[in-house]
């Protein structure tokens, strides 16, 4: 006996009723700094943090009300208003799933918001950046509260907008307009697996409610069409959240300023493929079935993947970025075993948020301190320069690489135990994830904060203003403590239990003396020495050493890049150029050779036009003789 | 008996046309002209008196009007063409063409 | 008898003539009065559409009036859902492009700065768009067969004008291929019109009473052809589509919006109104074909927009593309689509449009059509930039602006439709959603060469949008977000007229299959 999803209710007023104002405030903020323009630029930066934090504060009072419901009440629908008659109605979908994202995104990302203050301080379009921010952030709240997958859809390329619009934010430099292109496009790949698959829902179920689904399907059916519709939410899932095969824009992303890179690109927005696929789960993933074992693998692979990647990155941003590729690979694992792994990975994904966004703003603090150098070979020994970057971030290292009772330690141990339990190939894979993370993480310390000066000579580093070390202080408060809290007896998951499904008989008892769990620390270990080795111990070069085959195939994160091109952007640009040639010389050839040709023979009949009004007179003599003959033919028939 | 008549209309139109095919003269082209519609002309009333009734001397009424007419504006066109180019020819006035 | 329809016909001739007959000289009068008058007619049709009942009758607003009574042609006119929010769409557009062509017919700048001066004077250009104005309303607006075929060809004149007498250097190229073009099509409707009035023998054009006249499957193939060819090349439709591009890329820029904005959807309208309900058997047997045409159309529109070094003629093959996707709408035989195309047909409207005026603004500042000859406007022209940005991405049918919900539509409602087997539609969903991703490759493409990167040495005396620039986009804007959130209002007008039409090809309005998971 599983899933107890709890049946969706209709519920207006309080603040769940309300809720909508949760995507508003950020996007009448967006509105106001976008359309009133330069009158902004004094106050604008204050206006955006204004606007998330109250959506957060919404979001708050929504999540006590929503706990103030009984476990078998805690899915409220809000219908808003009618979008497309007869088909979807807008609304939103406030339950336990949509409620812990809705705190993570409104919650750090006022921190990434009062940040950014210091961090854009210089820049003279900060205004700009923060109604760019306002705008994801209304965006992913729809994606995660709307109650049907065109709602969802809306917020999906909505966040794929601000996306693109931040890591362009620095649009002049050619590299980060490419970047944010990149993003758009591979994104829209995605997005056409997500919308074929809408499509199939659609005219299987006649509806695109999460509601009318849950009417409809019978929890874990299995047959041709439903693992269709699951593969294709996966390729949405994969664009969204750079899994392989679509994993190659996440890299680039890192072009835009560094507190995009934390809250878009680490904390909230690549997670949304997990949200998908977790939302889904009970429709079309269900636990054993093809399409969970995709999800299962695509993340199993991804996380060696980026893990990979993660080991051969001198510039910090481009390694935590790999990083956050391997970690949001744990994630899909997770969510490719059934109601068991949905709560790990939906708590790993909360503590990732923190635990990450703490190190990208960290590094933000380290590169705003270093004239904005990303080169980790042009760091070391700057725990002394920065303190609180330094202490901050290594709190985040040791949550990410899963030392003992910090929060990364609980969910990612739930999610290797549980994968290892249900799919043992996949759950060892993750458990060598886990040794590379400690190896490339470890590196990322050795090379930033140990070992000898290897600065600019004009670098002066210096720790950085409070607004932007308080948020990294909050953010390691959670990277310590929010994984033993969620994961410890279960809290997540019995608080998920009435949106994804599980059993309330069998909630998983985290383990500490398992034996994967054992390997996993003994590998991180192993891997956090090698790092030393290779890194702490021994001087780091300040110029990139050629390196072996491996490093060079991690460098050029694992061929992807040349793989995308080979494979699509040349043959695209063939094809391209193939079609225009066709157009201009074949269709439009046709039409003015026809045209040409018409000229051409009329040229030549009017020719016939003498001048010599003899020959005119000839020829009338002729046709009159010629119609009298006919005539008299005729006449005689 | 009207058989005499007719072959000679026949003659006359032929000859009318042969002289607007062969000659150059504009003026006795046009003469040829005059010589076609006359023959025209005895042809309807032959036929009118074959047949017996007045149309076709009617229309050879209206043939004389529109030859008469003719006459005025084709002969003023020749002189002041010939006026011009010092010639009468058919064949040189061919600027009108293409 | 309903006296809107004539009225509103009425006031842009007449503004036309006071246009036409000021004085020399009084070049910025002109352009004042026909802005008046054009918002006029928009406020006169505002109060007409107030009345206008989705519910009731599917013509309104009808009025009746001998013309030729021989032959039983009428001036007949009224509106149903369709035709109502076409006429809105024109009658918003012509403002709108009054105020962006405000300098258009001084003529247009060349690419080494050198002006392209017009052939004819600044009024006749402003009389012209008012006369194109009246015609537009009337083609939609007619319920005569033979007044809608006289709207249809008569429209091409004051365009043919507008193309080769105040446009870019190759005008006249464009212009005559674009009336070559369209005559031979209307030529061929011209025959069809005839040979249905000659073989239903009613003795009238009126198209509610030759619904269903012809029975005969073969007549109705034959006609069907007349009148579809017309109409493809109108939309225009894959493999006749190639007077498009010159013509909008010749024309300056407030001509191409209504080229391609109202004047195109005249063909799109007609498949929809007169190719199907008028020869239902015809336009079924014929639906795979056109199917097929109509996503070659996208993705080749598509593609081959991808490679344009021309800005307006990139916008023209986007808009071959989302031809392409109206079209599969239309004969995708289900409601949903249906009404998705018939949406299609106002969104696409304003967005092509907004993105037209938005190049047109750049193109002006430059001269130049190239997009090669443009680079980092942005940091220069920021709310240019923002305006082009927004106007591409309704282009690339972003969710949450307008053209998203039709396009969405249309794809899900040909997906689903069980009109013609479903597997052959559903491939063709299918196939046309690659487009989504061409699409972001075109627009975003066209946006980084062009805005983004580091600023080129002409690109850096460039001013900003003034304000008169700022109140053509924004309205447009504006109804882009609006529409992509609230598409209520709209749909609710053409879903009544799109059910009716699907009652007249008699196919089952539900297409939907309730099917169950298991």
Redesign the interface.
């Known amino acids: 006996m599983e899933s107890q999803v709890a049946e969706i209710v209709q519920h207006t007023g309080g603040a769940i009723g309300n809720a909508w104002l949760m995507i508003a405030f950020p996007l009448v903020g967006a509105f106001i700094l ?1 359309v009133f ?1 330069r009158f902004t630029n004094r106050w604008g930066h204050l206006l955006g943090v204004a606007m998330s934090l109250a959506s957060f504060v919404v979001a708050v009072l929504a999540f006590f009300e929503l706990i103030g419901f009984g476990e078998e009440e805690r899915r409220r629908a809000v219908h808003l ?7 979807v109605d ?1 609304g939103l979908l406030i339950d336990p799933l949509s409620i812990c994202f809705a705190l993570l995104i409104t919650g750090v990302g006022s921190l990434i918001h009062i940040y950014s203050i210091g961090y854009m301080a210089h820049d003279e379009h900060r205004r700009r950046f923060f109604s760019y921010l306002n705008l994801f952030v209304a965006a992913m709240l729809l994606l995660v509260l709307a109650d049907n997958y ?1 709602g969802l ?2 917020g ?3 966040v794929g ?1 601000a996306s ?1 619009l931040l890591i ?1 934010f620095w ?4 590299s ?3 970047a ?2 990149k993003a ?2 591979v994104n ?2 995605g ?2 697996g997500l ?2 698959g ?3 829902i ?5 509806t695109l409610t999460f509601q009318g689904l849950a009417e ?3 929890p874990g ?1 299995q ?1 041709g ?2 693992l269709a519709i699951g593969l294709l939410l996966l390729l949405g899932a994969c664009g969204k959240s750079a899994q392989l095969p679509l994993q190659s824009w996440l890299l680039d992303a890192m072009e835009g300023p560094t507190p995009v890179s934390a809250l878009i690109h680490a904390a909230t927005m690549v997670t949304a493929g997990v949200y998908l696929v977790v939302r889904s789960g009970a ?1 079309f993933f269900p636990e054993g079935s093809g399409a969970a074992l995709a999800v299962a693998i695509v993340g199993a692979v991804t996380l060696l993947a980026g893990a990979i990647i993660g080991c051969a990155k001198d510039d910090i941003k481009k390694g935590l970025a790999g990083s956050t590729m391997s970690q949001i690979g744990y994630m899909m694992l997770g969510a490719g075993l059934g109601p068991a792994g949905y709560a790990f990975a939906i708590g790993h994904l909360i503590t990732h948020g923190f635990f990450k966004a703490d190190m990208f703003l960290g590094a933000g603090s380290v590169m705003h301190g270093m004239n904005d150098e990303v080169d980790m070979r042009k760091y070391g020994a700057l725990r002394k320069a920065m303190p609180i970057t330094y202490v901050t971030f290594m709190i985040g290292y040791l949550a990410i690489i899963g030392f003992p009772l910090l929060s990364g330690y609980f969910t990612k141990d739930g999610i290797i135990e549980t994968a290892v339990h249900h799919q043992p190939i996949l759950g060892w894979l993750a458990v060598i994830g886990a040794g590379v993370t400690g190896f490339y993480m470890s590196r990322m310390i050795f090379m930033t904060f140990f070992g000898e000066k290897r600065w600019a000579d004009d670098a002066h580093p210096h720790e950085s203003p409070l607004v932007m070390t308080v948020p990294l202080m909050i953010l390691s408060l959670g990277a310590i403590g929010l994984g033993g809290w969620l994961v410890l007896g279960g809290t997540l998951y019995k608080f998920l239990i009435p949106a994804v499904g599980g059993n309330i008989n069998e909630v998983p008892h985290f383990d500490f003396f398992s034996t994967p769990g054992l390997v996993t620390l003994a590998l991180v270990a192993v891997g956090v020495v090698f790092a030393w080795m290779r890194y702490g111990r021994v001087a780091v070069p300040s110029v990139q050493p050629r390196g072996n085959f491996l490093t060079t195939f991690a460098r050029r994160d694992l061929y992807g890049d040349a793989l995308n091109e080979s494979l699509f952007m040349r043959p ?1 640009q063939w ?3 193939l ?2 040639f066709f ?1 201009n010389r074949g ?2 050839g046709v ?1 003015n050779g026809l ?1 040409a040709g018409i000229g051409g023979s009329s040229g030549r009949l ?2 016939i ?6 020959s005119y ?2 020829s009338i ?1 002729i046709g009159a003789a010629l119609l009298t003959g006919a005539l008299l033919f005729v006449g005689n028939i | 008996m009207t058989t005499h008549y007719l072959v000679l209309s026949g003659l006359l139109f032929a000859i009318g ?1 042969m002289g ?2 062969i000659r ?1 003269n504009a003026i006795v ?1 046009f003469m040829c002209v005059e010589l076609m519609l006359n023959a025209c002309n005895l042809a309807f009333v032959t036929f009118s008196r074959q047949v017996g009734n007045l149309e076709g001397q009617i229309i050879a009424f209206f043939v004389m009007v529109v030859a008469a007419a003719e006459v005025v504006v084709g002969l003023a066109i020749i002189v002041t063409i010939f006026r011009t180019r010092r010639s009468a020819s ?2 040189d ?6 | 008898m309903s006296p809107w329809l004539p009225i509103l016909m009425a006031v842009p001739v007449v503004g036309a003539i006071v246009v036409a007959l000021l004085p020399k000289g009084s070049d910025k009068l002109a352009k004042q009065v026909t802005l008046l008058v054009s918002l006029l007619v928009l406020v006169l049709t505002g109060v007409m559409a107030a009345g206008f009942k989705p519910s009731g009758e599917r013509f309104q607003f009808v009025a009746e009036y001998n013309w030729i009574p021989s032959f039983g042609v009428k001036f007949g006119v009224g509106v149903d859902g369709v035709a109502l929010v076409l006429i809105a769409l024109s009658v918003v557009l012509v403002p709108i492009v009054v105020l962006a062509s405000w300098h258009d017919a001084d003529g247009v700048k060349a690419a080494d700065g050198t002006l392209i001066t017009p052939k004819r004077s600044v009024k006749t250009y402003f009389s012209l768009l008012l006369v194109l104005e009246t015609m537009m309303i009337g083609v939609f607006a007619a319920t005569d067969i033979f007044l809608f075929y006289v709207f249809f060809e008569a429209m091409l004149i004051p365009m043919y004008f507008m193309i080769g007498s105040y446009g870019g250097a190759q005008r006249s190229y464009a212009a005559v ?1 674009f009336l ?2 369209s005559l031979f099509g209307g030529l061929l409707m011209l025959v069809a019109v005839i040979g249905l009035y000659v073989v239903a023998g009613k003795q009238t054009f009126m198209f509610p009473e030759l619904v269903g006249a012809i029975q005969d499957p073969t007549m109705q193939k034959w006609l069907f052809g007349g009148f579809f060819i017309a109409f493809a090349i109108k939309a225009p439709l894959w ?1 006749v ?3 498009l591009p010159d013509a909008a890329a010749q024309a300056p820029a407030g001509a191409a919006v209504l080229l391609v904005g109202v004047l195109d959807k005249v063909g799109t309208f007609g498949m929809l109104r007169f190719c199907l309900e008028l020869f239902p058997d015809a336009a079924k047997a014929f639906t795979m074909p056109i199917v097929v045409l109509a996503v070659i159309s996208i993705i ?1 529109g598509a ?2 927009a ?3 070094t021309d800005m307006k003629r990139l916008i023209a093959y986007t808009s071959i593309s989302h031809f392409g996707f109206i079209v599969l709408g239309v004969f995708a035989m289900s ?2 689509a249906q009404s998705g195309a018939a949406l299609y047909m106002v969104n696409h409207g304003f967005a092509t449009g907004a993105l037209f005026l938005a190049a047109g603004f750049l193109i002006a500042r430059r001269g130049s059509p190239f997009i090669g000859d443009y680079g ?1 406007v ?2 220069v022209a920021p ?1 240019l930039a ?1 305006f082009f940005l927004i106007a591409g ?1 309704a282009g690339l049918s ?3 602006l307008s053209s ?2 039709s396009e ?2 249309v ?2 409602g040909t ?2 439709s069980q009109a013609h087997g ?1 597997g052959a539609l ?1 491939a063709a ?2 196939v046309s ?2 487009a ?2 061409l699409a ?2 075109y627009i ?2 066209m ?2 060469r062009t ?5 080129a040495e002409p690109v850096k005396a460039f001013k900003d949008l003034n304000a008169r620039e700022i109140w053509v986009l924004a309205p447009l804007v504006a109804l882009i977000i609006g529409f992509g ?4 209002p709209l ?2 007008v053409i ?1 009544p007229s799109v059910q009716q039409t699907l009652t007249n090809v008699q196919v089952p309005t539900s297409t ?7």
């Open positions: 976008l323009n208003y009618e979008f497309i008659p007869g088909m807008m065109v859809f809306i999906w390329e909505g907008l693109y362009g649009q002049f430099k050619p980060a307009a490419t944010a292109k758009f496009v829209r790949v997005d056409l919308l074929v809408m499509f199939v659609w005219t299987t179920f006649g409809k399907i019978t059916t047959n069409t439903m429709f695209g094809l391209t150029r079609a225009v157009d269709i439009d039409v045209a009017r020719r036009q003498t001048g010599f009004a003899r007179a000839l003599l | 046309a607007v095919l150059r082209v058919v064949d006035a061919n600027l009108l063409k293409y | 291929k070559l073009y493999p589509h190639t007077w080749y593609i081959v991808i490679g344009q409601s949903v980092g942005q940091k709310v923002g991405l972003l969710p949450g998203f919900v969405f539509m794809m899900i997906y689903s479903s559903a969903a299918v959603a690659v989504v991703v972001a490759v975003l493409w946006v980084q805005m983004n990167g580091p600023t959130f609230f598409p209520k749909l609710d879903n939907i299959a309730e099917g169950t998971g298991q």
